[in-house]
């Protein structure tokens, strides 16, 4: 079945850095686009970036444009996400994703960061 398992989260402090990976498993990984979504306390989850199936093509929320970086590994079947001068704002559950067709949208369970100083 459809894994996906984020980890690298946690407490840094404003202006630090973090980079969080999600390892994918249960489907062919080097054929599908991977998103990063976010949740921050009392708010809806919110799109954050994505990259197309080769590595290609990414896209970012305004909001961490700059700031963020998605990558991915398809050899590790892994996507990542690199986050510099993190701001309080940042604040937020972290969710990896990915849409196998317009009914089967896969989550992973969520890291945490923290960004306070």
């Known amino acids: 079945q459809v894994q996906l398992v984020e980890s690298g989260g946690g407490l840094v402090q404003p202006g630090g850095s973090l980079r969080l990976s999600c390892a994918a498993s249960?489907?062919?990984?080097?054929?599908?686009?991977m998103n990063w979504y976010r949740q921050a306390p009392g708010k809806e989850r919110e799109w954050v970036a994505d990259?197309?199936?080769?590595?290609?093509?990414?896209n970012y929320a305004d909001s961490v444009k700059g700031r963020f970086t998605i990558s991915r590994d398809n050899a590790k079947r892994t996507v990542y996400l690199e986050m510099n001068t993190l701001k309080p704002e940042d604040t937020a559950v972290y969710y990896c994703?990915?849409?196998?067709?317009?009914?089967?949208?896969?989550w992973g369970q969520g890291t945490q960061v923290t960004v306070s100083s």
């Open positions: 249960g489907f062919t990984f080097s054929t599908y686009a």
């Open positions: 994703n990915v849409q196998l067709s317009p009914w089967r949208s896969y």
């Open positions: 990259i197309g199936s080769t590595g290609g093509s990414t």
